[in-house]
Nanobody
Framework: VQLQASGGGLVQAGDSLRLSCARSGRTLSDNAMGWFRQAPGKEREFVAAISRSGGYTYYADSLKGRFTISGDGGKNTVYLQMNSLKPEDTAVYYC??????????????????WGQGTKVTVSS
């Protein structure tokens, strides 16, 4: 599976952005798509995930309410709507394809394919 993330950019605090992750190819074992982010000097952290069916969504507790993950019906594109952006949201955002139990969607090592990342910069 190949993943292409896009939609990042430079915005001001309080603005919104929508990231997209276009997916091509598929493995039967991929059962969810997720977004992670990595700020300079920090470890990669979980942002959100959505199951293949779209019936289950998962969020980092600190981001719940501001970020929304969604997908098109076929899950060829997954979106991350980010509202009320803050400077601390500045990071490179990565999308990834998950395999294994859905209980592990917050764990980066449970993802087997990663996109190249899209940079989000939020100025104060």
């Amino acid at each position: 599976v190949q993943l292409q993330a896009s939609g990042g950019g430079l915005v001001q605090a309080g603005d919104s952005l929508r990231l997209s992750c276009a997916r091509s190819g598929r493995t039967l074992s991929d059962n969810a798509m997720g977004w992670f982010r990595q700020a300079p000097g920090k470890e990669r952290e979980f942002v959100a995930a959505i199951s293949r069916s779209g019936g289950y969504t998962y969020y980092a507790d600190s981001l719940k309410g501001r970020f929304t993950i969604s997908g098109d019906g076929g899950k060829n594109t997954v979106y991350l709507q980010m509202n009320s952006l803050k400077p601390e949201d500045t990071a490179v955002y990565y999308c990834a394809a998950h395999r294994g139990f859905l209980s592990t969607v917050r764990i980066a090592s449970s993802y087997d394919s990663w996109g190249q990342g899209t940079k989000v910069t939020v100025s104060s």
